[in-house]
């Protein structure tokens, strides 16, 4: 016992050293704590010695991610997503197996066992790639959730996989089907326990805690829900990480969803470390550097084989090829869950101990190489929308196909049909605005588009997409989608397309703020501030503060957090405001160059308003506005005028 603490002290000192290295060079976390287990394996460091009972305890940080992320969504989230699941699922498993079988038969395996390691090699690290989304926002993503489909996929194929393994042996193929048929009789019955948790066990127990207020009380019947269930599913020949996501998704269909994942997270980050460590004290060194070549080759061949396919059936499902390119990347590895398919090989001895070895140090390398496949995600994404693969997308291979937009114009374009963006929709059309819609999701495209919204499929972060609906002739563009990668990329290429459209873009974070204003948005809401406004407003207003000291603290809060995270220019201002929507009318900005013969004049005297039919709306100077400026107010050179006018005039007219 006092071994194992004394590794597990020495485990989180380094992890913490790992982290705030990761920190300092901006990585993240996950690949110091990978290379902290490497480093105090056996065969490098030799700092731990008793590995085994730290990967058994790091099994307990995958049950509590995958309860975390059960507990975020819900049976509806899942039932959009079963066309991911059925079809995208099946394309990148199956297909990965083909492959992958047919290049190791290629190489001398036999066919059982090129079969065998045709699934193996077909799982992905669930644990890995959940918590990279997690960090960085993504879990919500198009592509984020075709990955979670195809890893709950994978999670449900490891149990007829490791049956799978003593017929290829040479065992029985009755005893095989036996077990089949066993499985399935399980499945029915974790699936009639769930419905029974889901309707009545699980809320009656959760009603009953609550009511004691006792934290303590809560936790742990938060815990002995996730664990319980995972441990009930494990025991019927399903695994942990899949009885953990059930745990999450049926109480995150009751009203103590948030309170459990705010109790539940520092334990699972802090259990996620050593699950972390854990993978990289796996690492045979000893092994790696026998034969280096060879388990660098087949990291490399993996690496390849599996996006390309992963992208592929993201693709046939509906998403574009940027979505599609980033799902498939992030499902390049081999997981953990590969390993313990391919123990039961060796105890079934399909395989001997150099195969497990190879898959060992190959999953183990693929998975150290997992964020370096997140950070060039978004370039190699670019590239392939260069390529043929857009025209497949364009002729209906990877999407339904969408009717040419009608003729907009002065219209706004909005990013995205969640819940805001239905909201702004519905506002717009009350308003008698014209508007076009953007939308990823070809469930909700047919949906809205058979209740006559104008809604198109398609990718906002391509050029030829926001054409499409003529961004270019936009008032308006507003963006509201829960991918801040995408985001900022629609940002900067729709202030490219739209140079005077007004960009509204909505966040989730207030770390995004100053990046998308950078890029050209000219209002970014954030729904971190945005929310704690509300809630102290509404807590004041209990409080019988006077409403117009909750209007001045509202305004200061805002106030403050702009000063605090943007740096503008001097000359920058902050009227976006002024860009209004009036008919063949345009706002337009014109600087004071020392040559420009308005230097020196009045307003009135410059006859702007008459020979050129344009109205200044606003002067700033040094930093400073002044709205509704009058005609005697002096030009002077370095101000920047606002004016409206006619939407083909050019300022440069005014030399």
Same mark, same amino acid.
């Given at each position: 016992?006092?071994?194992?603490?004394?590794?597990?002290?020495?485990?989180?000192?380094?992890?913490?050293?790992?982290?705030?290295?990761?920190?300092?060079?901006n990585l993240?976390s996950?690949?110091?704590?990978?290379?902290?287990?490497?480093?105090?394996?056996?065969?490098?460091?030799?700092?731990v010695?008793?590995?085994?009972?730290?990967?058994v305890?790091?099994?307990?940080?995958?049950i509590?991610?995958?309860?975390?992320?059960?507990l975020?969504?819900?049976?509806?989230?899942?039932?959009?997503?079963?066309?991911?699941?059925?079809v995208?699922?099946?394309?990148?498993?199956?297909?990965?197996?083909?492959?992958?079988?047919?290049?190791?038969?290629?190489?001398?395996?036999?066919?059982?066992?090129?079969?065998?390691?045709?699934?193996?090699?077909?799982?992905?690290?669930?644990?890995?790639?959940?918590?990279?989304?997690?960090?960085?926002?993504?879990?919500?993503?198009?592509?984020?959730?075709?990955?979670?489909?195809?890893?709950?996929y994978?999670?449900?194929?490891?149990?007829?996989?490791?049956?799978?393994?003593?017929?290829?042996?040479?065992?029985?193929g009755?005893?095989?089907?036996?077990?089949?048929?066993?499985?399935?009789?399980?499945?029915?019955?974790?699936?009639?326990?769930?419905?029974?948790?889901?309707?009545?066990?699980?809320?009656?127990?959760?009603?009953?805690?609550?009511a004691?207020?006792?934290?303590?009380?809560?936790?742990?019947?938060?815990?002995v829900?996730?664990?319980g269930?995972?441990v009930?599913?494990?025991?019927?020949?399903?695994?942990?990480?899949?009885?953990?996501?059930?745990?999450?998704?049926?109480?995150?269909?009751?009203?103590?969803?948030?309170?459990?994942?705010?109790?539940?997270l520092?334990?699972?980050?802090?259990f996620?470390?050593?699950?972390?460590?854990s993978?990289?004290l796996?690492l045979?060194?000893?092994?790696?550097?026998?034969?280096?070549?060879r388990?660098?080759l087949?990291?490399?061949?993996?690496?390849?084989?599996?996006?390309?396919?992963?992208?592929m059936?993201?693709m046939?499902?509906?998403?574009?090829?940027?979505?599609?390119?980033?799902a498939?990347?992030?499902?390049?590895?081999v997981?953990?869950?590969?390993?313990?398919?391919?123990?039961?090989?060796?105890?079934?001895?399909?395989?001997?101990?150099?195969?497990f070895?190879?898959?060992?140090?190959?999953?183990?390398?693929?998975?150290?190489?997992?964020?370096?496949?997140?950070?060039?995600?978004?370039?190699?994404?670019?590239l392939?929308?260069?390529?043929?693969?857009?025209?497949?997308?364009?002729?209906?291979?990877?999407?339904?196909?969408?009717?040419?937009?009608?003729?907009?114009?002065g219209?706004i374009?909005?990013?995205?049909?969640?819940v805001?963006?239905?909201?702004?929709?519905?506002?717009a059309?009350?308003?008698?605005?014209?508007?076009?819609?953007?939308?990823?999701?070809?469930a909700?495209?047919?949906?809205?588009?058979?209740?006559?919204?104008?809604?198109?499929?398609g990718?906002?972060?391509?050029?030829?997409?926001?054409?499409?609906?003529?961004?270019?002739?936009?008032?308006?563009i507003?963006?509201?989608?829960?991918?801040?990668?995408?985001?900022?990329?629609?940002?900067e290429?729709?202030?490219?397309?739209?140079?005077?459209?007004?960009?509204l873009?909505?966040?989730?974070y207030?770390r995004?703020?100053?990046?998308?204003?950078?890029?050209?948005?000219d209002e970014?809401?954030?729904? @971190?501030? @945005?929310?704690?406004?509300?809630?102290?407003a509404?807590?004041?207003?209990?409080?019988?503060v006077?409403?117009?000291?909750?209007?001045?603290?509202?305004?200061?809060?805002?106030?403050?957090?702009?000063r605090?995270?943007?740096s503008?220019?001097? @000359?920058?201002?902050?009227?976006?405001?002024?860009?209004v929507?009036?008919?063949?009318?345009a706002?337009?900005?014109?600087?004071?160059?020392?040559?420009?013969?308005?230097?020196?004049?009045?307003?009135?005297?410059?006859?702007?308003?008459?020979?050129h039919?344009?109205?200044?709306?606003?002067?700033?100077?040094?930093?400073?506005?002044?709205?509704?400026?009058?005609?005697e107010?002096?030009?002077?050179?370095?101000?920047?005028?606002?004016?409206?006018?006619?939407?083909?005039?050019?300022?440069?007219?005014?030399s």
């Open positions: 016992m006092l071994g194992l603490l004394f590794d597990i002290t020495v485990i989180f000192a380094l992890a913490i050293l790992a982290v705030i290295v990761c920190h300092r060079l993240p996950s690949i110091g704590l990978l290379l902290t287990g490497v480093a105090a394996s056996p065969g490098v460091l030799g700092l010695r008793n590995a085994h009972q730290i990967e305890i790091s099994e307990i940080g995958v509590l991610l995958l309860f975390v992320i059960g975020e969504f819900s049976l509806k989230d899942l039932a959009h997503m079963r066309r991911q699941f059925l995208g699922g099946s394309i990148q498993f199956f297909g990965t197996t083909a492959v992958i079988a047919l290049a190791t038969w290629w190489m001398g395996t036999s066919a059982p066992q090129s079969l065998y390691l045709g699934f193996v090699v077909a799982l992905s690290s669930t644990a890995v790639v959940l918590k990279m989304l997690q960090d960085r926002a993504e879990l919500d993503s198009p592509h984020g959730r075709s990955i979670l489909a195809s890893l709950i994978q999670d449900i194929a490891v149990v007829p996989v490791m049956l799978m393994a003593p017929l290829l042996a040479g065992g029985t009755e005893s095989v089907v036996v077990s089949v048929g066993a499985l399935l009789a399980r499945v029915v019955g974790v699936a009639l326990f769930s419905y029974v948790a889901y309707r009545w066990l699980v809320p009656v127990v959760l009603r009953q805690i609550a004691t207020r006792s934290s303590e009380a809560f936790l742990l019947g938060v815990i829900i996730c664990i269930i995972a009930l599913t494990h025991s019927l020949g399903l695994s942990l990480a899949l009885g953990a996501f059930l745990a999450g998704i049926l109480i995150s269909e009751s009203e103590y969803s948030h309170q459990a994942v705010s109790v539940i520092p334990f699972r980050d802090v996620m470390s050593l699950f972390f460590v993978v990289g796996l045979d060194v000893e092994f790696l550097l026998s034969d280096p070549m388990i660098l087949l990291t490399f061949g993996v690496l390849v084989i599996k996006p390309v396919i992963a992208t059936g993201s046939v499902v509906g998403l574009p090829v940027r979505s599609a390119v980033l498939g990347l992030a499902l390049g590895q997981g953990e869950f590969s390993l313990v398919a391919t123990q039961a090989a060796v105890s079934a001895g399909l395989v001997d101990g150099t195969v070895q190879s898959v060992l140090d190959t999953a183990v390398l693929s998975m150290l190489l997992t964020p370096v496949l997140f950070a060039i995600g978004p370039r190699c994404a670019d392939a929308c260069r390529t043929p693969l857009v025209r497949l997308e364009a002729s209906g291979f990877a999407r339904e196909r969408v009717e040419p937009a009608h003729a907009y114009f219209h374009l909005i990013v995205g049909f969640g805001t963006g239905a909201n702004v929709a519905h506002a059309r009350a308003a008698e605005v014209p508007y076009a819609i953007l939308e990823l999701n070809a909700t495209v047919r949906k809205a588009a058979a209740e006559g919204e104008p809604i198109h499929y990718d906002a972060s391509q050029e030829t997409i926001l054409r499409h609906v003529d961004a270019d002739k936009a008032r308006a507003v963006i509201v989608i829960d991918d801040p990668a995408g985001t900022r990329r629609i940002v290429l729709a202030r490219r397309v739209a140079p005077d459209a007004y960009v873009v909505r966040t989730r207030l995004e703020v100053e990046v998308l204003h950078t890029l050209g948005a970014v809401i954030a729904d @971190e501030l @945005e929310v704690s406004i509300e809630i102290f509404r807590v004041l207003s209990r409080m019988l006077p409403r117009e000291d909750i209007k001045r603290l509202i305004g200061e809060v805002r106030g403050d957090w702009r605090m995270a943007r503008f220019a001097r @000359e920058a201002t902050s009227v976006p405001d002024l860009r929507n009036i008919p063949d009318l706002t337009h900005t014109l600087r004071i160059s020392p040559s420009s013969p308005l230097a020196g004049t009045t307003i009135a005297q410059s006859r702007l308003r008459a020979d039919g344009v109205t200044v709306l606003a002067v700033t100077r040094e930093g400073e506005s002044l709205g509704n400026p009058r005609g107010t002096v030009l002077r050179e370095g101000d920047v005028l606002f004016v409206i006018g006619p939407l083909a005039w050019d300022p440069q007219s005014v």
